[in-house]
């Protein structure tokens, strides 16, 4: 697919990003965080950024909701959410943040407050995208959310604070929360990293179940290239702020032309061939037969 140009944007294109440039103040100095790329993301299609910690890729995510710090961050390119463009007015960014795009935050704990119930939290947010209002209409779609992501009997979930949920449930609530606008757009950002293995697989599931249902376009932040492969169509490798390696999943996963990219394929952990033959018992001195005597 190519890129729209500025007077005319394809009707499934939800996220158009050329020549993004973040620079960042610094003690330091000025720092040039990322440096031009350019990527797109098409109703229904998971877009993966992928790279170590540092490279510049959350901040990028960061840049395109327009969620840095202004007086820390200077934002420079071209950036349009389902046809607007939320670089040149902030009033533009407004419209589409928290309605047709949504955030899955890295970390629950510190996303959601430790002092207000599940239900508060949730009710906020369905209620911020006004996709209800009263008190009790509020909470029937909180109950209906809680469903979708699979939270077992959720009207008791929403009485409950975070502390009380594991990890990988409160990883559900977030996307709950992030559902409750009905977004055409999910930034997600490293939303499996805190989360042990198994507990990772429901989520990702969850996320591509979600999309399926619902055609929502997907930005994935991660550093595990295990992950990208299993929900990307398209991954970019960044490294120092640019995109040093962009395609397929297929082509990237099988062919990496990259130096950079073959290391991240060979970090991620592989299990060797199943060897059923029974080791043999080790040999102790009691074991040895005796010297013949001549």
């Not at 103040?25 to 350019?38: F, L, P």
């Not at 309605?99 to 239900?119: E, F, K």
């Not at 977030?174 to 499996?192: F, G, K, R, W, Y």
């Not at 994935?220 to 490798?237: E, F, K, P, Q, Y």
Request: one cysteine or more; a negative charge; glycine letters at 8%.
């Amino acid at each position: 697919m190519s890129l729209a140009t500025d007077d005319t944007v394809e009707p499934d294109l939800l996220l158009e990003v050329r020549d993004l440039q973040i620079e960042l103040m610094t003690t330091n100095g000025i720092v040039r965080a990322v440096d031009g790329v350019s990527f797109h993301i098409a109703r229904g299609e998971t877009v993966t950024i992928i790279g170590e910690s540092g490279s510049g890729k959350s901040t990028t995510a960061m840049g395109v909701l327009q969620l840095l710090p202004a007086d820390l961050a200077v934002v420079s390119g071209h950036v349009r959410i389902t046809g607007l463009d939320v670089l040149s007015s902030a009033s533009a960014v407004r419209k589409v943040r928290g309605r047709a795009v949504a955030l899955i935050p890295q970390d629950p704990m510190t996303a959601l407050s430790p002092v207000r119930s599940i239900g508060s939290q949730l009710g906020e947010a369905i209620r911020i995208a006004g996709a209800a209002s009263g008190r009790a209409a509020v909470t029937a779609r909180a109950v209906r959310l809680l469903e979708q992501v699979h939270i077992p009997d959720p009207a008791a979930q929403l009485r409950k604070f975070p502390h009380q949920l594991s990890g990988g449930m409160l990883q559900r609530v977030l996307i709950a929360i992030a559902l409750a606008c009905e977004p055409q757009l999910i930034v997600a950002d490293e939303p499996t990293s805190a989360l042990d293995v198994t507990v990772q697989a429901g989520i990702l599931d969850l996320l591509l179940e979600l999309q399926e249902q619902r055609g929502i376009g997907l930005l994935m932040i991660t550093h595990d290239l295990g992950v990208a492969r299993l929900v990307s169509d398209r991954i970019h490798v960044m490294k120092a702020g640019v995109f040093v390696e962009s395609g397929d999943v297929r082509q990237i996963v099988a062919h990496p032309a990259e130096p950079y990219t073959q290391g991240l394929l060979a970090a991620v952990p592989t299990l060797g061939a199943w060897d059923e033959t029974p080791t043999p018992p080790a040999t102790t001195s009691t074991d040895r037969p005796e010297a013949t005597r001549v």
